[in-house]
């Protein structure tokens, strides 16, 4: 049983029809977003309920859930092949290489999402999963945007490539700078771990490595 919490998250859930049991809503919350979403839980038939605030507290674990949770099942990963040939048609693929910090994960989806990326492509190890952290920092996007839990990175781009991919791979010794580079469609881009960037074997499998100036003293985002 996975739980959604906050607004953002659990409306677009509502939005994207994705299965749910229930939703909870603190007793005293209201307002219009509030209200956006008890009419969304009803026209999608998922019954709606007025609980204690500590009730709430206690399923999310944490206050911060703006008075409103949804319980369901949890969200399924795509499939490698499904999502690359929707991305195939001209579309991009981000390919994360260990990113730990479900905060990052989160904002790397959204920010995916608005790029208007096809999909996004995660380990399954030594690296975040999809949790309710990871959906309240995508603020919705997580939704609307497929992601794909896979066991091997590199052997993931050596199935893209033959799918007709160009990889370009985020790297501070990147000889090209990313807005200068005419990005070939299909594409897929390969970001690294927090801190230690791309892993050897990931940064091999890169067609371009293309870098993001920085002005200060830090050498990543």
């Known amino acids: 049983m996975a ?16 299965p749910l049991d229930r939703v909870l809503i603190a007793q005293g919350a209201g307002g219009p977003r509030i209200q956006t979403v008890i009419d969304l839980a009803r026209q999608s038939g998922v019954p709606v309920r007025f609980e204690p605030r500590a009730a709430l507290d206690r399923l999310a674990g944490t206050a911060a859930h703006q008075g409103l949770l949804a319980l369901g099942a949890a969200k399924k990963y795509a499939e490698l092949d499904a999502v690359a040939s929707v991305s195939s048609a001209g579309g991009l693929l981000v390919v994360l290489d260990g990113v730990e910090d479900p905060h990052n994960l989160g904002a790397i989806i959204r920010t995916a999402h608005a790029a208007g990326a096809a999909g996004v492509v995660i380990p399954e190890r030594r690296a975040a999963s999809l949790t309710d952290v990871v959906a309240k920092a995508a603020a919705g996007a997580l939704e609307h945007l497929p992601v794909v839990r896979v066991t091997n990175i590199t052997r993931s781009l050596e199935e893209l490539k033959q799918k007709g991919y160009w990889i370009y791979g985020v790297d501070e010794r990147g000889t090209e700078i990313y807005d200068a580079v005419a990005f070939t469609e299909p594409s897929a881009l390969v970001l690294g771990a927090e801190g230690k960037g791309l892993h ?4 091999r499998h890169c067609d371009v ?3 993001i100036p920085m002005a200060g003293k830090i050498s990543s985002l």
């Open 3 to 18: 739980v959604l919490s906050g607004i953002h998250p659990v409306t677009e859930a509502l939005r994207a029809k994705r």
């Open 200 to 203: 050897e074997q990931v940064r």
């Open 209 to 211: 490595l293309v870098r």
